[in-house]
């Protein structure tokens, strides 16, 4: 059982869970709205080609949360708009 | 790193020829994006309690694998295959290997679906569904619509009921003659009577669990910030049902965004009314050294998929001299009558299921990513533009991170319909590399690398 | 169809489309004939500055129309709103050209002390800012730590050049103007004016522009120019939306108004491929990230490459035709800057009949009896 945090809510999930089926599972359909409209969007694909499901992730914008499996502690937030970009330096390997 | 063979996706045809090519001796890479092998269709079997034949032949394959020396980088996202290079990401970290040859067996995305609010929260694909229920045991409750064609759509209505899930109503989008006119390839059908047997023993499981199925039309999805009903027209009238999740599917179709922009060639494919790499008898596309086995060179369905995998790597091990031609020839003969009866079943299959032309709302959302609506293409046309590449210049459709993956063929749609002409001749998305994201920091770490 | 036109344009792209925009709008009978989908069209990896630095060093005349079109611009802009039926986002708000290391900004002082002496203060205003006075113009940009600086043209500025050329072509056909699109010329004959053969139909002008960017050498022959034109590729790429960074365009890297970075570019010779290349896309991001290091966390969405329509002396070409008079050609690399001055200024030359000025000036007469490269 792995409990990580969406907008400051727990969420329950299993090991195994990506972010965004974990959302799914708590009945959580929305991630962000778009930078566009400021339409509501969340999962659409579950598989990484859709782009919808995005969300920000420890602090990184952007991320495909259907791609990235839930971590104890993790803290997940609604992207609103387009990403934030954290500052300091290139994050470069 | 520098392999004979590097294999993109593994699925039943990544693994296939993963298989097949250690047991001829080439060095083999295989690259997935998932963190197991399995691909779509064997996605989490490892984790998953098997039900029957085809799921031991899964997990027995994949075993084989992983007993094999073939290298594994899972978790690995190819962005970049150019000359003899595959490029991908793992980690954050962008990595590469030399290949004598690559196999792309990345397998298909769903045919899209655009229907009037589409884009809220709360509507998914089939294929989506199916993935939540295989990774996390993920049931559908509440009002949950299933809507749309294809052997895809019976197959996940009857893995959510027997999981314990509830379906509200299943809507068919099919052509109401499509099954009369799928008669007439019925003697094709029978040469693999367990497989025809299975789609009537869905349709039955369905029926017994009074599942609602009817025959609609005009679907629509509405709510305010998220999904709430749907209207569709079913038996002559008009109908509003409160919907809490709406699953489409539509077919699938192959994914070339990886041979695209390699600049393979493709022929349209009529009957599917989607696009495929032009290949040869082994899986060669029109650059000799790129290879395409499975549902990405046309949808078979994956027991053909595994086939065309084993043939590729035999082709693969011919042309780099492992295998005398004799040999390869004889080693092919038996899996392409494999094959060949694999595939029996798809003419009936492609007829009942096949695709309709899209008829789509003004304002109807085609472009997911930028927010582009048919109305927009249809002016677009009206100002002169004739495919997809002066489409993005005019409207921004398909220049969101999707790459046109999601929207593509369904502006082709718009386009060609538009144009008075056929989907064929509406030049699709000029794609390049990378095809998938990446950040800025990784690509720079490329250079120093080379420095 | 057999009517005869007033003008034809053969390139519907940024210069085709500005000429042939310029043309309808003063009243004449104009068609435009434009590729297919798949056509080499610069006009689709255009970068989007409307830009003045470095440009005409070594030749005044073109440093000259460069700035009369800025002066145009803001205008031009307007009209070009009002036909795309939105604001085509032209931001005049300065260009910079970064300095990376002292040794770059020490070349670049001497530079501009060159330039300022060669044209007395007449050439465009470039400003030198060290570092601390480019940190105070772009507060809240974290630029890099070797950046040492930046020459700053305070005209110089960006617009979004696919709302550029929408407005170009919604403004031609608002204007009565006629559009041809998925068109190839297979001919071109001089009589009693112009007849062009698109193989199937003739289309009579009585006069015609040929404005096709890297195809303009095969279509300026068949009006006896000779005009050496070349492809130069130019790499770009894009990143996912983000939020404001960077108020001002630099010369490889701007923000768009999306939100978008786009970041470019390379000159290569020798490919006729619109492609992208490892090696290219990943020395950009290096670059790219050495002035903005928070970019290094940021996603490239796309990229593509573009082929750039190049003279032998990268300066445009404009002509009237000797042999076949009311034949024009027009092709150069800066189409979106220029673009203000193609329709206002070269439009109306060509309907008047003669190119006057400094446009005469870019004649390609100059390159006679050079070793050019083959196009």
Request: charged share 20%; glycine share 12%.
């Amino acid at each position: 059982m792995i409990i990580f945090l969406f907008e400051g809510r727990e969420i329950r999930a299993r090991e195994d869970d990506s972010i965004a089926a974990a959302l799914l599972a708590e009945g959580i359909f929305a991630t962000r709205t778009t930078a566009v409209g400021d339409a509501p969007r969340g999962p659409f694909c579950m598989m990484g080609a859709c782009f919808d499901c995005l969300a920000e992730v420890d602090g990184v914008g952007g991320v495909q949360t259907c791609l990235v499996r839930v971590r104890s502690g993790m803290r997940v937030s609604a992207q609103q708009g387009a990403r934030a970009l954290p500052p300091g330096d290139s994050g470069a390997a | 790193m520098n392999f004979d063979l590097v294999i993109v996706g593994a699925g039943p045809a990544g693994l296939g020829a993963a298989l097949e090519a250690r047991a001829r001796g080439l060095s083999v890479l295989l690259l997935d994006e998932n963190e197991a092998p399995g691909g779509r269709v064997w996605q989490a079997q490892e984790r998953r309690e098997p039900h029957d034949r085809d799921d031991a032949f899964a997990l027995e394959t994949i075993a084989k694998f992983r007993a094999s020396s073939a290298v594994a980088h899972l978790g690995a996202t190819v962005w970049a295959i150019e000359d003899n290079i595959v490029f991908w990401s793992e980690a954050g970290a962008a990595r590469s290997a030399g290949a004598m040859c690559v196999l792309l067996a990345t397998g298909t995305t769903e045919r899209p679906l655009p229907i009037p609010g589409w884009t809220l929260p709360g509507v998914m694909t089939v294929g989506a569904a199916q993935i939540a229920l295989k990774t996390s045991g993920l049931v559908p409750a509440g009002a949950t619509w299933i809507a749309g064609q294809g052997p895809l759509l019976l197959l996940y209505a009857v893995q959510a009921l027997r999981a314990g899930g509830k379906i509200a109503g299943i809507l068919d989008l099919s052509a109401a003659d499509a099954p009369r006119r799928a008669l007439v390839h019925m003697p094709g059908a029978l040469r693999t009577p367990a497989l025809l047997g299975r789609g009537l023993a869905w349709r039955g499981r369905i029926i017994r669990a009074s599942v609602p199925w009817l025959h609609a039309s005009e679907l629509r999805a509405l709510g305010d910030g998220a999904l709430r009903e749907i209207t569709f027209r079913a038996e002559g009238r008009e109908r509003r049902e409160p919907a809490d999740l709406l699953l489409l599917h539509n077919g699938v179709v192959p994914s070339v965004q990886i041979t695209r922009a390699l600049g393979c060639e493709h022929a349209w494919d009529a009957a599917q009314r989607c696009w495929k790499p032009v290949t040869n008898e082994w899986g060669e596309t029109s650059l000799r050294h790129i290879l395409v086995a499975g549902d990405g060179a046309g949808v078979g369905g994956w027991q053909a998929a595994g086939l065309s995998g084993r043939i590729a790597a035999l082709g693969a091990a011919g042309a780099l001299g492992r295998i005398d031609i004799a040999m390869r020839d004889a080693a092919a003969k038996p899996l392409r009558a494999m094959h060949a009866r694999a595939l029996a079943i798809r003419p009936f299959l492609d007829t009942l299921y096949a695709p309709r032309p899209p008829t789509l709302d003004d304002s109807t959302i085609v472009c997911r990513c930028e927010e582009v609506t048919a109305a927009r293409i249809r002016e677009a046309v009206d100002l002169g533009c004739l495919g997809l590449n002066q489409l993005k210049a005019f409207t921004r459709c398909g220049m969101g991170p999707c790459q046109g993956r999601m929207c593509g063929l369904a502006a082709a749609e718009v386009m060609a319909a538009a144009r008075n002409v056929s989907v064929a001749e509406i030049e699709p998305y000029r794609l390049r590399f990378p095809t998938k994201p990446l950040t800025l920091g990784e690509l720079a770490s490329l250079e120093s690398a080379a420095a | 169809m057999s009517e005869i036109f007033d003008v034809a344009v053969i390139g519907g792209g940024m210069v085709g489309g500005a000429i042939a925009y310029g043309c309808a709008s003063r009243g004449a009978r104009c068609v435009l004939l434009d590729g297919a989908d798949a056509s080499l069209r610069a006009a689709r990896g255009n970068f989007g500055l409307v830009w003045s630095q470095g440009k005409g060093k070594e030749m005044p005349a073109y440093a000259v129309w460069t700035r009369l079109s800025l002066e145009h611009w803001p205008a031009f802009a307007e009209a070009m709103g009002s036909a795309a039926g939105q604001p085509i986002g032209y931001r005049r708000v300065g260009g910079l050209d970064f300095c990376v290391g002292e040794q770059e900004f020490a070349e670049r002082r001497n530079e501009l002390n060159r330039l300022h002496n060669l044209d007395g203060g007449r050439g465009p205003p470039l400003r030198l800012l060290d570092r601390r006075e480019a940190e105070e113009l772009l507060p809240g940009t974290p630029l890099g730590p070797t950046i040492t600086g930046a020459s700053l043209a305070p005209d110089d500025g960006h617009v979004n050049p696919l709302l550029l050329l929408r407005g170009l072509h919604a403004g031609f056909r608002r204007a009565g103007g006629v559009h041809r699109p998925g068109v190839e010329v297979r001919g071109i004959e001089a009589g009693d004016g112009f007849a062009i053969d698109t193989g199937g139909e003739t289309v009579r002008a009585r006069k015609i522009v040929v404005a096709a960017g890297v195809g303009t050498r095969r279509l300026a022959a068949m009006i006896g120019l000779d005009v050496p034109v070349r492809p130069v590729r130019g790499q770009n790429m894009v990143t996912e939306r983000l939020p404001p960074l960077l108020p001002l365009p630099a010369s490889a890297l701007r923000q768009t108004e999306e939100g978008v970075v786009q970041i470019g570019v390379t000159n290569e010779e020798g490919t006729w491929e619109p492609a992208t290349t490892v090696e290219a896309l990943a020395r950009m991001a290096a670059r790219a990230v050495t002035v903005l290091p928070p970019l290094g966390r940021a996603r490239i969405v796309r990229a593509w490459g573009a082929l750039r329509p190049m003279t032998p002396d990268g300066y445009p070409c404009y002509a009237q035709s000797a042999t076949h008079p009311g034949a024009f050609v027009a092709v150069c690399h800066s189409g979106v800057t220029l673009s203000a001055v193609h329709a206002n200024v070269l439009a109306p030359m060509i309907l008047a009949g003669s190119l006057l000025g400094d446009v005469s000036e870019m004649h390609p007469s100059r390159f006679a009896g050079e070793n050019v490269h083959a196009a």
